[in-house]
């Protein structure tokens, strides 16, 4: 079945839509916007981390209408955060290099719609012969069992399931000491949302509220917890 | 130092940009195109796996003018794809899902110029102070000492270090059971390229010359290896 | 089961033919080249790395002739090549030693006929109480796959599966960094070879052809990559 | 220097001789042993386990006039046994298998005279530059301490510390569930060896005196602690 799925255009056609693709983007695009990618050339300055989904219908710079230079991202399946712990792999590498080299305030994690790592964690069956996959979905073992215990089946799980995903990684990305130290201090700021591929909707975790909101509803939803100690004056 | 970089912005004018990025969006571009949107809700296609580097300034989608729903994408600093072994995560659970669960047919592993990740392999002493970032780039070890033992010195090092370092991480991709079977098969196709953010060129791994030429040059400059069997005819 | 295959010979009979032989070696073999080994306690300079399986029936002195001084050897169970990570162990260290404190040019990864290992990766229950064994065959479930996805079933999959696991191995070799870097410079050479126990047949991997060809068949099989650098002449 | 250690022959020439070697097994050494080698081609049933450094000098098959199918060989640099743990590898797995698949009665952990692991385990300068050389000779740093607390200094320091390693790699054997349990149970006999290359005297280690003598010197050398248990009778 997997397969098949790609059996419409070849590996060749894929390759060339990929290349002209480059080509466009050359002779096109860069060519009006040449001083400013020269500029930017020299250094990266990123106004947020993104942490979300490799699915590909996901493009956090086209939802949030951002230029290179402004989002640092991270993608995985699932908008996955592990726990700082024994195995620390690229996300918690990101995270650290995001908060202690480019110094960014605030961090995103963002789930989506029709996610194939969330349909994964209420049917495991489906990655049984996906060893890998089914390790790394543990990290969402936590969002199952909430739903699990206190939340309704079918069609509607699967959202609750995602809000309760993106819930749970805001929890582990606060197990990291880079993130820790700078949310005591009220240096860093931590969202959670979810983005809607079919109604291009973004809804946002009010942590004061416990529950999921639209991202733009004022006052705007805030996940960050209350920080503990004011930061040193420069 | 890190700190200073960010503050002409205040992180509630960050803030507001992204959301006024997302109004825009929601407003102006999906509009547009809300057909395809309802259309790619339902499942995703994509036409290649991306692995790239979490820098703000590569942006897939845009150096390939690509559409939501054609790059699966993972990034992390480096665009480190770790070897398969004991030790699996995030890179390894998105490889193993893109090829086995969506069955795409190209992996792009993409590096860039003026890298963060590469200058810190080169200067280890500037992430002294960040475990986990040095830990992660022991997967670029391989690439610092084909340089120290070759090559050169100063910004030219930087430039091979990072073309190094894709032909180590294209070697790393290989020894994932999932991408090996297919490559023996021929079933799938990996590519090694070099985003330079300043000039917008791409360079590309050909491996038959030992060399990167343009991505786009006649014939296209191929990474994958020799097939060593003959799919199944449909 | 195992221990009744070794119920023909007592343990002390064992340990008396283990010290017969010695006294066989010392009093006839040793005074024949007494001035060669007294040479040979000074120093080793050996002519190539050889990295085999623990198998009893697979001696590489024997199969390759050669002398006390030329083959520096470390075998264990499935001629396995862990990737360079993490975890890295006797063969890592093995390979650092041999190419950076003796400088050899060869590295030949030789797998054989009737392999345990490789029975043991087609049937994991063979090995199920035996944990450490199974989490070590892991380095060759890239081989499993490859063998599971393109190819036959019965006696013939066992030597494809041998041969893969060579070709998986060498693969993971690459990954080191003092071998990537001295086959980018061309100083040093790989080889994957099958010895069939019961033939004395060796067979050698052909990168170019992708395929096992007699490991003496003009022009000789060559596994070794193809050099991006040219090494400073002395 | 370690380069200019194989200047003298060329790969070409060095690649040469290894396969003529193999011409002559085949065409002299094999016909001769035609039956003999079909007959192993079926299986191994080895006579013992056989730990010993990876040294070109020391051929454990020569030393010991063992004939292929006799010995169950594992080679790393210094003769390590890592203790049972978190990170188990390749000499783990030979151990486990020797003894639980193949019901080996008894292993063999050999030293040798002139071993570069213990020369840069005495001089760790030495591997400064070979990071995973450096972290495996930690498994010998016990029988460093042992003799910096207790000895010598000098040449005699290196033969002294070459014995501590057995002994105290004997120690790490014992760690091993595999073993520990047939040791208790009296089914299973270990061997502390040194050979000397120079002179083909081989010590072996005497618990009971705790010293090394002549391997063959009535009543032979014993490493194997007490039995706890009587193995049942079948």
């Known amino acids: 079945m997997p397969d098949s799925r790609n059996t419409a255009e070849s590996a060749n056609e894929a390759l060339d839509k990929i290349i002209q693709g480059f080509r466009r983007f050359r002779n096109d695009v860069f060519p009006q916007q040449q ?11 990123p106004r947020a981390m993104f942490i979300t989904c490799s699915d590909s219908r996901v493009v956090p710079e086209l939802i ?11 993608r995985n399946v699932g908008n996955i955060v592990p726990p700082y712990g024994q195995m620390l792999g690229g996300v918690s590498t990101a995270i650290e290099y995001a908060v202690m080299a ?11 719609s029709d996610c194939g790592a969330m349909k994964a964690v209420m ?10 996959v089914k390790a790394w979905l543990r990290h969402a073992e936590v969002a199952r069992t909430v739903v699990e215990h206190n939340c309704c089946g079918g ?3 699967l959202s609750v399931l995602t809000e309760e995903n993106v819930v749970a990684q805001l929890d582990h990305l606060r197990t990291h000491p880079s993130v820790a130290s700078r949310l005591a201090s009220g240096q860093l700021f931590i969202h959670g949302w979810i983005y809607n591929v079919g109604t291009s909707q973004i809804l946002a975790y009010d942590a004061a509220q416990g529950k999921f909101r639209p991202v733009d509803e004022e006052p705007w939803p805030m996940a960050t917890p209350r920080a503990r100690y004011t930061p040193e004056q420069p």
């Open 123 to 132: 049917n495991p069956e489906k990655v049984e012969h996906m060893p890998t």
């Open 102 to 112: 480019l110094g960014v305030k605030h961090i995103i994690v963002c789930g989506h």
């Open 64 to 74: 949030t209408q951002s230029e290179p230079g402004d989002l640092f991202v991270t």
């Open 35 to 45: 001083a400013f990618f020269e500029e930017l050339a020299q250094e990266q300055n």
């Open 155 to 157: 069609h509607d799980a």
